[in-house]
């Protein structure tokens, strides 16, 4: 066999054998794509589930309670509908301190998902900004669902440590201001959205709180900004499989639900806007 036979033949071998290899490439990439596709599936199956469950909840709390036939029935389920929101969303607030801590970085720390919380922001407005009563709607950090951003580690493990002994002077005079009804302390930015009655930190104060918020502190906190966002629920709806928030007038798709907590937090709005309306 001469030289040139051999050559070519090398070359054929070559190429069938890259030929092969771009083949195994592309069937281990559709079968990732497939798994990942089937893992996505089942995640939000899993997510449409929690929704329901929740929302089951919610209604077998609004349905034990009007079986009792009690005059304050409504300020009842209210308060036992914002006790079911804030179990649903306190866990997500330790889940982004733990992020942040882990190294994970700042993540934006909203109480819904992003298609709501843009749609949201973009409605506030002076028009639904009540006006201010702190004392009818103080919060607690040990119990309300407060969320707040912190991207600065150094801040806020030492507010951690300053908060750990509550006779700390930083403590004592958090709390001397908050117990005699003092402004308070301008470093605090807190943003309060009704009728979810769920806070978020502004521009100010975000690694204090988080930290009291860590620590548990049996403290109030006064709101700066109240906002009555109710409206958003004639505007906005997860429809009843918790698999799309949907437009309300036109019944158009938004956006998939990514988290049932999320969208059971938002639906239970509906429900406590439906108390207050009855009081």
Not at 22 to 43: F, G, L
Not at 81 to 93: C, D, F, H, N, S
Not at 198 to 216: F, P
Request: net charge positive; aromatic share 8%.
């Amino acid at each position: 066999m001469s030289r040139r036979l051999i050559g070519l033949l090398m070359r054929c071998i070559k190429c069938r054998k890259k030929e092969v290899e771009r083949a195994v490439k592309h069937r281990v990439r559709i079968e990732k794509e497939r798994i990942r596709a089937e893992e996505e599936k089942i995640c939000t199956e899993k997510e449409r589930e929690i929704y329901r469950q929740l929302m089951e909840c919610a209604r077998y709390i609004v349905k034990t309670i009007d079986g009792k036939g009690k005059a304050n029935s409504s300020s009842h389920k209210r308060q036992c509908l914002l006790e079911l929101v804030y179990a649903i969303l306190r866990p997500l607030q330790s889940e982004l301190f733990l992020h942040f801590l882990e190294g994970g970085g700042m993540i934006e720390c909203d109480f819904f998902e992003p298609c709501v919380m843009d749609f949201m922001r973009g409605q506030r407005s002076e028009q639904n900004e009540l006006e201010f009563n702190a004392s009818k709607h103080a919060l607690c950090l040990n119990k309300d669902a407060i969320f707040a951003c912190t991207w600065d580690s150094g801040k806020y493990l030492d507010a951690l440590c300053s908060y750990g002994d509550c006779r700390t002077p930083k403590w004592e005079l958090w709390k001397q201001q908050n117990q005699e009804g003092k402004p308070q302390c301008d470093r605090h930015d807190i943003i309060l959205w009704l009728p979810w009655c769920i806070a978020k930190v502004g521009a100010n104060g975000n690694h204090s709180i988080a930290a009291g918020i860590s620590s548990s502190i049996c403290a109030p906190l006064k709101p700066d900004r109240i906002y009555d966002m109710s409206f958003i629920l004639d505007l906005i709806e997860v429809d009843e499989k918790g698999e799309y928030y949907r437009d309300r007038k036109t019944n158009e798709k938004i956006a998939e639900v990514k988290s049932g907590h999320r969208a059971a937090a938002f639906e239970i709005g509906r429900l406590i806007r439906e108390c207050e309306n009855a009081t």
